[in-house]
Structures are given as C-alpha cells and as structure tokens.
C-alpha cells in the first residue's frame, strides 16, 4: 500500500537552529515526492519537489530511495517557516497521497 | 487570478442537513480533487476527477457525493450530515499531477 510517515505532530525549535521534518514513504515503484506548507491563514501551496532538486526559502529535500525517506532540511530556521508541512506521494493514478502533517513552531 | 475558489469558507449544519460544498478553478485545468484535512489524520481524498464527466472515490468518499459539472466546477455535496463528517475541506485542482496541485483556501464545517 501507498502510505506517508510524518512521524512528528510538532516540532519545535529556535530561530537560527537547523530544522529537519522527516518523512518516510512506501511505494514499491518509483516514487514522486513533494512537500507541501501551509501557513497560518494561508492556503496549502507546493513547497517543492524532489524531481526539480531545487531549494525554495533555504529548504531542501533530498530523496533516499534505500531509507525510503524524503526529508525536509534548512540550516537555519527563521519565524516565518512556522507552518504546517506535509509530505505527500504522488503514486500514479491522478492522485496524491499526503502524509499527517507536521507543525513547525520556530521560537524567537 | 482567482485560482481555486471555494465556497462557503465556513458552515455549520445540524446532523441530518444536506449542503454542497462549491469549487471552481479558473486555471484550465483537468484534474480536480476534494480533501479533507483532520488533526492527525492529514489530508484524505474523497473523491477526484481525471477530466470533465468522470468522478472516482478516493479513501473516504463514505456520505459523500460528487459533481464535475463542467471543466471548471466540481461539488461536494453532504445528503445527511454527520457530526464526524465536521472538518476542514479543501478542493484542489492540477494539470498534471506531478507538478502540483493549486489549493482552494478550505471551507471549515461543522456538524452539531
């Protein structure tokens, strides 16, 4: 079955930390990953994808096909990445599969 | 450059009520979705449609139905809410799916 691991409801850390948001995934073929945010107030929005290899806002996510993860990861965390971030799997068939989320809380 | 619009933003219905939840996109769009959105739970897929006049259930399409009334517009339509069915809802709409969906801003409804 198609399923995304957010393991962290929350994660919690100072303004200036490194941030990492893990997410785990199960998909026999060859996955296509995203991440998603959504910010207070805010519409969910595409973050970015593992095809482009880009870096949007300083975050970056890298795809471990032998740890089947795809890990958000930003050196130094600022206020205004609190938000809700969500993993989501794009299996064939039209259709995403999104992990449970996890907020971001990053402190002053 | 509306994107994805949807309405109502909020509804509170008492159980047994029926309503509709209205999406439209304006981005020529084929493939439109409903989510909804639940602590814990993250984002589950009721229903989506590949392209105009064809709908599919997605993992929760359970007291729901569906509409794609033209490229544009695609409803979500409660017959007899239940409280469980309280949530925040959100339509999506995308191109081609690798490349991403564009969300609707949600529409919280609440089931008394």
């Known amino acids: 079955a198609q399923r995304v691991t957010q393991p962290e409801k929350l994660l919690s850390v100072f303004k200036g930390a490194p941030v990492e948001l893990k997410c785990n995934y199960s998909?026999?073929?060859?996955?296509?990953l995203f991440w998603y945010v959504q910010y207070s107030r805010q519409r969910l929005q595409l973050l970015l994808r593992?095809?482009s290899r880009e870096s949007i806002k300083g975050f970056t996510a890298d795809l471990n096909k032998g740890e089947t993860s795809f890990h958000l990861k930003k050196p130094f965390a600022q206020e205004e990445d609190s938000a809700m971030y969500y993993c989501?799997?794009?299996?064939?068939?039209?259709?995403?599969?999104f992990g449970a989320g996890t907020i971001l809380r990053v402190k002053s | 450059n509306a994107g994805v619009t949807q309405t109502p933003k909020f509804q509170v219905l008492k159980t047994g009520q029926s309503m509709t939840l209205q999406c439209a996109q304006d981005m020529n769009h084929n493939s439109m979705y409903w989510y909804r959105q639940d602590p814990g739970m993250g984002l589950r897929l009721i229903y989506y449609?590949?392209?105009?006049?064809?709908?599919d259930k997605g993992e929760v399409p359970n007291g729901y139905n569906v509409s794609r009334l033209n490229k544009r517009e695609f409803s979500l339509r409660l017959e007899s809410a239940a409280p469980s069915q309280t949530s925040v809802y959100f339509c999506a709409s995308s191109e081609d799916s690798p490349r991403g969906y564009t969300f609707g801003s949600g529409t919280r409804l609440t089931v008394v």
């Open positions: 449609s590949a392209s105009e006049g064809t709908t």
């Open positions: 998909y026999s073929g060859s996955p296509e």
């Open positions: 989501a799997l794009y299996p064939g068939g039209n259709k995403l599969v």
């Open positions: 593992h095809i």
